[in-house]
């Protein structure tokens, strides 16, 4: 039998191996957290879009609805349907003309108000998602207009 030198390499070490293992290990991992920060944002931004698309239907139905003289919080209605899960509606300004500006007391009825809606997701969302939209209500002509 004779000697024929070193044989070449018949496969990896346990060096190569681990080092495989690492890099791999650190690859999942970050598609893990991008994949969770999309869901994340997903869910976000949905809520987003429904509280905007309740805030908006719930001006129109306030704009197109009957006027009330020295109208309060608890004059308006609740929107109809009601907002989607998770978002709270609420009336929380109603402001009233005086000719020069709008004041939050009602002394003489000008027949324009100024209510401000606001929508808010109980949902635990961070940042906290809040929209607000402010409706002036005209109270309707006579026929002379």
Do not use: H
């Amino acid at each position: 039998m004779s000697w024929r030198g070193p044989r070449p390499d018949a496969g990896e070490t346990l060096t190569e191996l681990l080092v495989t293992v690492v890099i791999l290990g650190i690859a999942t991992a970050g598609i893990s957290v991008a994949l969770g920060m999309t869901v994340k944002a997903s869910a976000m931004q949905r809520q987003q879009a429904l509280a905007q698309n309740a805030l908006r239907s719930w001006a129109e139905q306030i704009g197109a609805g009957p006027y009330t003289a020295c109208a309060t919080a608890g004059s308006f209605a609740a929107p109809s349907p009601a907002p989607a899960r998770g978002l709270t509606a609420a009336v929380t300004a109603v402001q009233y003309w005086n000719g020069v500006t709008f004041v939050s007391s009602c002394g003489t009825d000008t027949g324009v108000q100024r209510v401000t809606l606001r929508v808010t997701a109980a949902n635990g969302l961070s940042p906290a998602l809040t929209k607000t939209v402010a409706v002036v209500v005209r109270k309707p002509c006579a026929s002379t207009c």
